[in-house]
């Protein structure tokens, strides 16, 4: 196959080949996905453990059944259930589930390098499912998968990315994903929501007037705001986020005729955008988005684990 990662963990770490490889085979599982019956045996034996440290929809439904729908075994584990809550370190908790002779470990938590972490002293396969405000590699191949299917291509799409940049795990994988594949990345927020260094992201362009930006974009990728690891104020109210920031329908006549929207969830509508955006039949993907992940993680476990082509193809 041509796959040489034993974890996702760093989307930097990713060539441009490596994840056209990830979204091809995206593809090929969609047929998989639109069968009746929606399982191959391609993981089958095979045992993930799901740790989820900390609050998920989205990433954690969709990989526990892409686990399911490739007849992998999954445990699921974390949060208040663990002995972490009676002081035991990160460290024992891995080599305890490894004593189980598993094949992954997918995480999520709150605190930045913890899969990292993980991978060091575990030996086996890793997913960065999101960790603190640094990366979420599987989010951001979801994102691309959608923009591709689509867009057809990358090269020299204009996405502009909207919102609270700074707290942003979002946009620590998906702004150099977007740059490794080709696309001019602008940022956009209130200084406010903007990180110290926004050059270091990668970004193009860093700007602070929404209304400037969009009759440029072909991609309109809007993040809500991270309330839960703000400190202070950052804006004045959440009306007045909104008049700045919203994408609304009082905004669409700025936007090119196939520009697309897409947000990574959950929504805050009435802030980040209105219902009439999120549900626009001919823009907006959000959707699609969430169906996508589905899709890049079933390849993303295929290819990290070296799975058997039973039954991707009828």
Known sequence: MGFNHKHLIDITEYSADDIMLILETAKRFKEVNERRIKQVPTLKGMTIVNMFNEPSTRTRSSFEIAEK??????LNFGGSSTSAVKGESLTDTVETL???KIDMIIVRDKHAGVPRKIA??????VIDAGDGKHQHPT????????????KGDFNGLKVGVVGDIGHSRVCGSLIPALKIMGCEVTVI???TLMPARPDVLGADHVTSNLDEALPDLDVVY????QRERL????FPSLREYNLLYGLTQEREHLMKDDAIICHPGPINRGVE???YMADHPNRSVILDQVYAGILTRMAALYLLLGGSEDGIVA
């Open 69 to 74: 729908r490739l007849s992998a075994n999954s």
């Open 139 to 150: 989010q951001a191949l979801l994102d691309l998968y959608s923009i591709w299917e689509t």
């Open 222 to 225: 809007m993040l809500r705001i």
């Open 273 to 275: 955008l209105d219902s």
């Open 120 to 125: 060091d002293v575990s030996g086996v396969h």
């Open 98 to 100: 490894c004593s189980y």
């Open 189 to 191: 927020a209130p200084p």
């Open 231 to 234: 400190e202070g104020a950052p």
